[in-house]
């Protein structure tokens, strides 16, 4: 398939003269098409395509199309027939009105070809740059950012499903790329075994039937696996995904001794991080968030937030779910930092940031990183009593700290923690602290000593002032600013599905978050040139009521 760049498209005549008899106000596709469109071009897919080939259809329409089509939650079925069938679309797409436009599956082509190429922001990025030629979107303001979950489009399964079903797909692909190769190496029973899928219903419900399930299934998949790897087996059979699916689940749920194997506990199961959780979406993974668990991503939105401008969405970031919100904070200011869009300040809650993030995004993008820090979850803290480590003074020159009763400490240990992040731990001698008449407010320890657990001094002086700023009243009126990406979500939840994978795979399922963000851009931008007010936060009958009451 090649690309013939068209340099510049035109509405026909007739189009134009019915589109707006039929919109004498305008609408969405009317306004892309006279403000938006000149956004992106053909030009700019030519990295996509081949030189030589037959013409492919325009990826400049394409790509409105597929803005259409998450603006309005259609289908690629349903895209395709209202190029045919609109009237606001063919004004868009500058098509005749006889047009009968294309068949649908050239848009998961072209989704396609977007994520081979990686390419899956260009035409979400290419839209931001537009708005900062026109002036609508700057840098160095504040933006606020939030994240939800992402369902994979799959069905959640149980460990033993998932063993069971793997092994149906390996199967099945080996059934499609080698026929004959299986018929020889598969055994009659399992024919009945793997003839359907596996239900969790159908499964014994004891927790000892259930083992000796998983271990037939273990049995049979190591049979499997040890015959594809035999010397006489064709190599090309171990690079089906299938197959190697396969491998990597078998390695996760059994142990492998002397060719006997054994179904792992739950314990000795891998972290959700790299645990597959379906043989149809390695990618996806388990999750618990409070009362929340899900199978599948998470989503990082970050839009600006100056009162009185126009709100638009900076960047998206799709995520494994069990990712934390602290592990993106880097990747969504280097993202930003690649558009010249980064923020003054980032408004952001509790999981996007701590004391080693407030350093670095200060110092390397110059960002204040906004928001409030964890809670201190030490006695002291929690019973508003006794000396806490903030109650002690650090002399960071002698490597000493001074106790509330005005006694040095006798060691300073840098260590690293469990999660990697760099400490210094701080003890004071036993014979000041025994001796010590407000011991009971410093320890609770039958050691008799204090010892307390600090950041390095550029992470303790940073918590130390963002703990101080939040009484403030800057501070406060700043973090209010935050709330609103609620309703950006909660926008892409129920109008644009963002809460649901469309797509197999992290990539496609970041492209339509991309999409996403792309369609509630065009429509914010709509919605600001027809002077249409910005929603406010919804309150519900009986608080208007009780507001409007005289009592």
């Known amino acids: 398939m090649s690309l013939r760049p068209q340099a510049e498209y035109v509405v026909p005549v007739e189009t134009a003269k019915v589109a707006h008899a039929v919109f004498p106000k305008g609408n969405l596709c009317l306004t892309i098409a006279d403000i938006l469109s000149g956004f992106i ?25 597929t803005i259409l089509q998450f603006v309005e939650g259609l289908s690629d079925r349903q895209a395709a027939d209202a190029v045919r069938s609109r009237i606001d679309w063919k004004y868009l797409l500058c098509l005749e009105l006889t047009d009968t436009g294309f068949d649908h599956t050239v848009l998961s082509e072209f989704r396609c070809r977007l994520v081979e190429a990686n390419a899956e922001r260009h035409i979400f990025d290419q839209l931001l740059q537009f708005c900062e030629g026109k002036g609508w979107l700057k840098a160095r303001g ?15 399964v149980t460990r033993l499903e998932c063993a069971g079903e793997t092994l149906r797909a390996a199967l099945n692909a080996l059934a499609i790329a080698a026929p004959d190769w299986t018929i020889v190496h598969s055994q009659p029973e399992w024919i009945e075994r793997y003839s359907e899928r596996i239900e969790d219903y159908h499964l014994p419900k004891s927790k000892a039937q259930r083992k000796v399930q998983a271990e037939v299934y273990g049995r049979d998949g190591l049979a499997l696996l040890t015959a594809i790897d035999d010397e006489g087996s064709p190599a090309w059979l171990r690079q089906i995904p299938a197959v190697e699916t396969l491998r990597r689940v078998w390695i996760q749920q059994y142990y492998c001794e002397n060719d006997n194997i054994r179904w792992r506990t739950q314990a000795e199961a891998p972290p ?100 409030p820090t964890r809670i201190n979850l030490h006695w002291q803290a929690k019973a508003n009593q006794g000396y806490a480590a903030d109650d002690f003074t650090v002399d960071w020159q002698l ?153």
Request: glycine letters at 4%; a positive charge; proline letters at 5%.
């Open 41 to 65: 071009n053909d030009a700019t897919f030519s990295d996509l395509f081949e030189i030589k080939g037959q013409p492919g259809i325009s990826p400049w329409r394409l790509a409105l199309v």
């Open 272 to 371: 959700a991080s790299i645990m597959i959780s379906s043989p149809y979406e390695p990618d996806a993974h388990y999750a618990k968030k409070k009362t929340t668990s899900w199978v599948g991503y998470k989503v990082h939105v970050s839009e600006t937030c100056e009162p009185q401008a126009l709100h638009l969405i900076t960047n998206v970031e799709t995520s494994p779910a069990p990712v934390a919100d602290g592990d993106m904070t880097e990747s969504i200011h280097q993202s930003l930092k690649s558009n010249n869009l980064l923020p003054n300040k980032h408004i952001v809650d509790t999981g996007y940031l701590d004391a080693e993030l407030l350093v670095t995004t200060d110092e390397r993008y110059q960002v204040d990183l906004l928001g």
């Open 399 to 551: 490597q000493k700290v001074i106790c509330p009763a005005g006694k040095s400490s006798v060691s300073w240990t840098p260590a690293i923690d469990g999660r990697d992040n760099e400490l210094i731990k701080i003890k004071f001698a036993a014979a000041d602290c025994s001796i010590c008449p407000s011991l009971h407010l410093c320890t609770r320890s039958d050691r008799q000593r204090r010892s307390i657990t600090i950041r390095p001094e550029a992470q303790y002086k940073a918590l130390q002032n963002a703990r101080q700023r939040e009484p403030t009243a800057d501070y406060q009126a700043d973090y209010a600013l935050r709330a609103g990406i609620e309703g950006t979500l909660s926008e892409g939840v129920r109008a644009h599905g963002l809460r649901r994978a469309r797509y197999i795979g992290l990539a496609k399922t970041h492209l339509q978050h991309l999409m996403t963000a792309a369609a509630i851009n065009c429509k914010r931008i709509h919605n600001w040139l027809a002077g249409v007010p910005q929603a406010a936060t919804r309150t519900s009958q009986f608080v208007r009521l009780m507001e409007s009451s005289p009592c």
């Open 142 to 156: 504040r933006q606020r950012t939030d994240a939800t979950h992402v369902l994979a489009a799959i069905r959640a």
